[in-house]
């Protein structure tokens, strides 16, 4: 029986140890084909590492683990280059000095391999020697592949100064490839993140971007044939629809991906879990939404420019390029405005919507009564019991520290309330519909929970109840699309007092 690659980097292994694999070979053919130098930016656990190493593979010439793939016989196997592996995806650097001494051993191990001899003493000119020595041993030009360029930053982005500092090495680092053009025959660079071209891959004017390139954009992660073709004999007795719904949707503009790390633990272990958001904490975005006063509904349609997907630095980091960047959200739609496209962004799946409010609330509400209040609130919308949502809500916000408050100064903030209501039903996987268009205006939210429909105007007051939530839900007449459609439909209006950051108002009113 084959096995399943879970957390497998090494294309060497999976091809001699009797793996499953999906051929991902043509566009190794297409890069070569196509140009020199490449960047690409993916989520973690998306097969970026893999796709470096059948790279790395291909051009030492081993024929042997490509049989029956699409590179047997589209390659120069002749022809064998040497390889520079570059990668700082292993630990965390938390200083300069262990950065270096990284950058050392990878020079060391590279000179040990060729067994050749490297005189100077920096870095920097080391790595250029090396290339040097490399390109007139072999009588070939060199590969460079260089997996996690950014992680030593990432480790450090609520370090400015240290990741400023982590920035400046690897630029000079990096700032070699440039200067031994002459000596190179292919280069690709791969993370997470963008940084700014000018700070980290500052002259290198000629490296291509494929992140966004929909001929690029299936390089790595499942399409959906793929998954059927490959795993045919695992899926059996798995819910095609429910298993597109938990893990499909990530979108590079081109066909919608599987994260391969969700659909390994799916088929070994058969259950619909969390498995890649549970390999990472976002906390230092929640912290950033939070600063930005970002509300959380907002992230199920986000529009942003061009400019925002592209890069970021440092001292200049915006929420929605991290969160696209990151995997929490992904390209929905695209609209071109004159010269320029614009994005819309959303989550790709059920997996990172349920996990990522689940994993908000985690941030400011205890644990346990965070499990209860969704045991609760999940049994009143099942039973139409729509006034037991009061207390338990009322219970929630009360449970909040009040230095939560204190430290963020979301007592005026409406979008916080909202979000804490909008979070709480995303993690129970409920079906919303949040900042929706109507021909009377915007409506708050609404969730729709078989069939019945709630609608939610959220207001923040100085004091004591105004009612103008509820009165501009039946005025606006909000709920008029939805009576079409569903046996129940429930106004709800809802106000939050500034000086009590609690609920004040909570009307019903069942159309």
């Known amino acids: 029986m084959r096995k399943l690659p879970i957390g497998i980097q090494s294309f060497v292994e999976i091809r001699t140890e009797n793996y499953y694999y999906v051929d991902k070979t043509p566009f190794v053919k297409k890069l070569v084909d196509e140009g020199k130098y490449y960047f690409l930016s993916r989520p973690r656990r998306f097969g970026k590492s893999l796709f470096l190493d059948t790279l790395r593979q291909a051009f030492l010439g081993r024929k042997e683990l490509f049989k029956g793939l699409y590179l047997e016989n589209n390659w120069n196997w002749s022809v064998k280059y040497p390889v520079i592996y570059i990668s700082f995806g292993a630990g965390v650097h938390r200083k300069p000095e262990e950065l270096i001494q990284t950058q050392e051993a990878i020079l060391q191990r590279h000179k040990e391999k060729y067994q050749i001899e490297l005189k100077y003493p920096g870095i ?70 963008k940084f700014s071209k000018v700070s980290i891959f500052s002259g290198l004017n000629n490296l291509e971007d494929i992140t966004l390139n929909p001929s690029y954009g299936t390089i790595c992660g499942y399409t959906q044939k793929e998954l059927e073709v490959v795993f045919e004999d695992l899926l059996k007795g798995l819910d095609l629809k429910e298993v597109k719904r938990w893990y499909n949707g990530y979108n590079f503009l081109s066909e919608p991906v599987y994260n391969p790390f969700d659909i390994l633990l799916l088929l070994k272990n058969r259950r619909f879990r969390s498995y890649w958001f549970e390999t990472g904490t976002p906390t230092f975005l929640i912290k950033l939404l939070l600063e930005k006063k970002i509300a959380f509904p907002s992230l199920e349609r986000l529009v942003t420019g061009e400019e925002i997907l592209e890069s970021f630095d440092v001292d200049r980091i915006y929420p929605e390029t991290i969160l696209f960047q990151t995997g929490y959200l992904t390209i929905k739609d695209v609209y071109q405005t004159g010269p320029m496209e614009t994005f819309e962004l959303s989550y790709p799946n059920l997996e990172v919507k349920m996990s990522f409010n689940n994993f908000l609330l985690t941030t400011f509400i205890d644990l346990s009564v965070k499990q209860k209040g969704l045991r609760d609130i999940y049994l009143a919308l099942s039973e139409g019991e729509v006034e037991k949502l009061k207390e338990v809500f009322r219970g929630l916000f009360a449970s909040i520290p009040y230095n939560w408050f204190q430290k963020n100064n979301l007592e005026e903030y409406e979008g916080f309330y909202g979000s804490v209501f909008y979070a709480y039903f995303s993690a129970l996987g409920l079906d919303l519909k949040v900042e929706e268009m109507t021909n009377q205006g915007r409506l708050d939210m609404a969730v729709i929970f078989g069939e019945r429909a709630y609608i939610f105007e ?48 909570f009307e019903v009113e069942r159309i």
């Open 124 to 193: 920097k000119e080391k790595f250029f020697e090396l290339i040097q020595r490399l390109r007139e041993k072999f009588n070939q030009k060199v590969v460079v592949l260089i997996d996690e360029y950014d992680k030593p930053i990432l480790d450090n982005i609520t370090k400015p100064e240290v990741a400023t500092e982590m920035r400046e090495i690897l630029k000079n680092f990096y700032s070699v490839l440039k200067d031994a053009d002459e000596f190179l025959k292919f280069v690709f660079i791969t993370g997470v993140s």
């Open 458 to 505: 959220f207001k923040v007051v100085d004091s004591g109840a105004t009612h103008q939530a509820i009165k501009q839900l039946k005025e606006k007449k909000y709920w008029e699309k939805y009576s079409k459609k569903y046996k129940e439909v429930y106004l709800i209006g809802i106000e939050f007092s500034k000086q009590e950051r609690n609920i004040v108002s």
